[in-house]
């Protein structure tokens, strides 16, 4: 199971707070970009992430454009996984394309607070939060593959190198 710190965020954050659009269309590599993740929403995320830390958010994460820097500065910052009620699908998809584990949970988000400890088992679908099991339904085999290959370039370059 992995565990990690939350970082607590409420309904609808958009990929215009994840990653801002005024630097949509600045050339960076992802560690720079995990330099602006969640600013104009918690600017002190960026400097405060640690590797393993998780995103419990609540529900319709990543609506808006459909920019896959807000799943790309949010992996780069060393999140391991972000858990909410829902996803906008487009996030959802960048998300796992980015390598980057995304859990919809319908319970227990709201009971999860800013510096917590939270498990994620991905494979059996299970998060743990304070004693209490969630469930949610266990990622199929291919998004754990594309997951532990680091996203779906590298799981496709993998693939085809067989």
């Known amino acids: 199971m992995n565990k990690g710190r939350v970082w607590k965020y409420g309904d609808d954050v958009n990929t215009d707070v994840i990653f801002p659009g005024k630097y949509t269309y600045q050339p960076m590599e992802p560690a720079e970009m995990a330099e602006h993740s969640l600013e104009d929403l918690d600017p002190g995320f960026a400097k405060a992430v640690q590797p393993g830390d998780i995103i419990v958010a609540g529900k319709n994460f990543g609506c808006g454009s459909s920019r896959e820097q807000a799943a790309t500065c949010l992996k780069a910052s060393g999140v391991a996984a972000i858990i909410a009620p829902s996803f906008s699908r487009l996030f959802f998809r960048n998300a796992i394309n980015s390598g980057l584990p995304v859990i919809e949970l319908a319970q227990g988000t ?43 370039i590298p799981h496709v370059k993998k693939v085809l190198s067989k």
């Open 110 to 152: 709201d009971d999860m607070q800013k510096g917590d400890l939270v498990g994620v088992d991905f494979a059996a679908g299970k998060v743990e939060h304070n004693g209490n099991i969630y469930s949610f339904p266990p990622l199929p085999p291919e998004v754990l593959a594309i997951l532990e290959d680091g996203g779906l």
